[in-house]
């Protein structure tokens, strides 16, 4: 019976375990999701596991588990003898982003029930004021995260692709349609 309680609390301290290591996976992944939105980590910049292992406290096999979870957000792209690179993005790929990315919000945005509730809109003037702020600011980590807090609000953004919503951050609630060439051009300077 002993052995049996042994076995029994292995598995408990196993599984123990493992939500550990999602919530250091999870952790890690938001902060160098932040960092390449944000620019504080460049495209084609260099991802070194020893690095990111000394960064976060993270053993080898965590650190492979946030990158694998990056690349299939499409924040990060793995090459064989070369390792992890943030993601570069053409000028064409960047277009193409944003034209889908315009869709899907129009599309999210004509399924909100209206009229809105009270408190709905209440809460909604509350981030935006929290944007506005964060903006003049220029505190892009409270700009980004007042936009992801703006997403769980409507269960039909939360879903979109992580790539889509963070493809312009800072332009919140603001968001503006721009169709000159000078405006391609100034979207895909930012990305690169």
Known sequence: MARHTNTSQQ?????QRDANVDVQVQRTIEALEEDIVLGYLYPRERLIEDDLRARFNLKRHVVRQVLKGLEQMGLVER???IGALVRSYTEE???DLYQTREILETSCA????TPVSSETLDELKRIQRTHDEAVKLTDLKAVFRS???LCF???????MPS??????PWQGLHQQTWSSETAWRCRHYEHR
């Open 163 to 168: 790539l889509i919503l963070h493809a312009q």
């Open 11 to 15: 598995y408990d301290s196993g599984a």
């Open 153 to 159: 609000i409507n269960r039909v953004i939360y879903l």
């Open 93 to 95: 790929e960047v277009r």
């Open 110 to 113: 004509s399924l909100i029930p």
């Open 147 to 149: 936009n992801l807090v």
């Open 79 to 81: 090459k064989k003898n």
